[in-house]
């Protein structure tokens, strides 16, 4: 299935796609679409040639190494211990520019950095680069609260503006007191000026626990000024943590059913390896902007389509579990809400869209609406356009190989539509089982023809003007959630979402995630009145 291509002194190896990449339909700019529609997500602009929907290995290690400034600092390091090349594994990908942005977590002692980048492939000629810390050496040093401990997952809007997760603990495969733990922190890097912090924001105790979290995969959401939303996988208490860049304020969804690990999962096979993973909520991914208003039985006039296009949902799910869930992001973005709301209250707001293959590690969504996921168990890459039932039918797997894709881990889209996959053994790591002679870690890549998720349409949420929703002409809407506060008034788009999604199925049986229609049109009411 594999063949071995020699290009230009380079190693190139491809990995057949089971079902060649179809092209996304939603959304995309045709002849008889605007270019200026705002409903329509932006497409990359080149034609996918057949063989670019292939997945390719453009990278592959058998161990890690990085861009020490000099010969005799690497040999320092690899006699004090401060490198140990067996103990480096990459688990999250961002492309962005000419880069890729690689995470390095400290999960046993000798990781020198844990954030770093390596060029684009078609600025490389190796096919194994060193990785260059990022933003420098000195923010990268171990036992410096002040610099960065333990990165796992990362994002990047479309500002440029790169989101860092540091759990603040290392070694967390090992047992021993030799650990650094350092309060756990977020930082935003502003990849157009080389990792300048624009943002630098601890985690209080009661949200992320210094030394007993485990904050792994980041979604960013461009509504109302940013929000973060983070998996924390801890064994303890499980959830996915909110951040608001206006507010610099945090807080944490919990929600036993649907984020803690499946009984029936723990148990699964990854190329021969028996493992028992008892692993919480992990994946996470952020779907389109769709209109919870629209019945798909109903005509709806294109006034309607175009002013109420507000509601995205944040897809997720443990490791140890077959099922991909939801919740709204504007019930996540309501801390007044997530203060009061009981188990119940958020039980009632998540969707299970069913079940899986297998188990999945890493999710990513595009902007027109398809989530690509790994199946571990099957050594596969799938999608799914989250405009379709979750069925056998609409579960697409692209690829699948039994050798080269072994442990599916995180995935990016760059500028031109492609994506990056992380494939790294992650379950021969953690047994202590890989093998430096053969090659461990690679990174694919296959054009899709979308962006990134991060690049969808400007609406009312997103959007710094104002904008019309649900009023009549030249009704402006008033949102006094534009004014944010510490304490005191929820913002209106909070509070309306929140009150839709726990309201009751409508009698008529008319529901869309969880929303009635008779709350939506509660919901239309309060907004023209600027509620």
């Not at 990459?90 to 999960?107: E, F, G, H, Q, V």
């Not at 405009?387 to 995935?411: E, L």
């Amino acid at each position: 299935m594999i063949n071995r291509i020699m290009t230009m002194g380079a190693r190139s190896f491809a990995v057949l796609l089971a079902v060649a990449l179809a092209g996304c339909t939603h959304g995309q700019l045709g002849d008889d679409v605007s270019p200026n529609d705002t409903l329509s997500p932006p497409t990359p602009a080149a034609p996918i040639a057949p063989g670019e929907k292939q997945f390719r290995v453009v990278y592959e290690w058998n161990v890690l190494d990085f861009a020490f400034t000099t010969e005799p600092e690497r040999a320092q390091a690899l006699y004090n211990g401060h490198y140990i090349p067996k103990n480096v594994l990459i688990s999250d990908c961002k492309p962005y520019a000419n880069r890729l942005y690689l995470t390095i977590p400290r999960m046993l002692p000798g990781v020198p950095a844990t954030l770093g980048y390596v060029v684009r492939p078609e600025n490389n000629g190796r096919t194994d680069p060193e990785i260059v810390p990022f933003p420098s050496w000195e923010m990268n040093e171990r036992g410096n609260c002040s610099a960065l401990q333990f990165v796992q997952g990362v994002a990047v809007d479309k500002h440029g503006i790169m989101w860092v997760v540091d759990s603040g603990r290392t070694e967390t495969l090992t047992r021993g007191k030799d650990h650094v733990v350092c309060p756990p922190k977020l930082l935003l890097l502003d990849l157009k000026r080389n990792g300048t912090i624009l943002l630098r924001y601890q985690f209080p105790e009661a949200v992320v626990p210094a030394g007993n979290n485990y904050l792994n995969k980041i979604v960013v959401d461009d509504a109302f000024g940013g929000f973060a939303y983070i998996t924390d996988n801890s064994g303890a208490d499980p959830g996915i943590v909110v951040f608001s860049r206006r507010l610099i304020r945090s807080w944490k969804v919990r929600e036993n059913n649907s984020m803690r690990a499946a009984r029936n999962a723990v148990r699964f096979a990854v190329n021969g390896t028996e493992l028992n993973f008892s692993i919480h909520i992990d994946s996470i991914a952020l779907g389109p902007y769709y209109n919870p208003n629209v019945n798909p039985d109903q005509p709806v006039p294109e006034s309607v389509l175009s002013s109420q296009n507000y509601e995205r949902n944040v897809y997720y799910s443990p490791l140890s579990s077959y099922h991909i869930y939801s919740l709204p992001a504007s019930l996540l973005r309501d801390p007044e809400f997530n203060a009061r709301a009981t188990p119940r209250d958020i039980l009632e707001a998540v969707v299970d869209y069913g079940q899986k293959q297998s188990q999945t590690d890493g999710m990513f969504m595009d902007n027109q609406g398809v989530l690509y996921y790994g199946l571990l168990g099957e050594h596969a890459i799938a999608k799914w356009d989250s405009y379709q039932p979750f069925t056998a039918k609409h579960q697409q797997t692209i690829a699948k190989d039994p050798t080269y894709i072994q442990w599916v881990d995180s995935m990016g889209i760059d500028h031109e539509g492609y994506l990056y996959v992380v494939v790294n053994r992650l379950h021969n790591f953690v047994a202590g089982r890989l093998n430096p002679l053969e090659v461990n870690f690679r990174i694919l890549r296959a054009k899709t023809g979308a962006l990134s998720y991060v690049y969808t349409p400007d609406n009312l949420f997103n959007s710094d003007g104002k904008s019309l929703y649900a009023g009549a002409p030249g009704e402006p809407f008033a949102d006094n959630g534009l004014v944010y506060q510490y304490e005191g008034t929820t913002p209106a788009s909070s509070r309306l979402a929140a009150a839709g999604i726990l309201g009751s199925a409508a009698s008529d049986g008319h529901s869309v995630t969880g929303l009635s229609w008779p709350i939506l049109t509660g919901i239309l009411i309060i907004l023209r009145l600027g509620a």
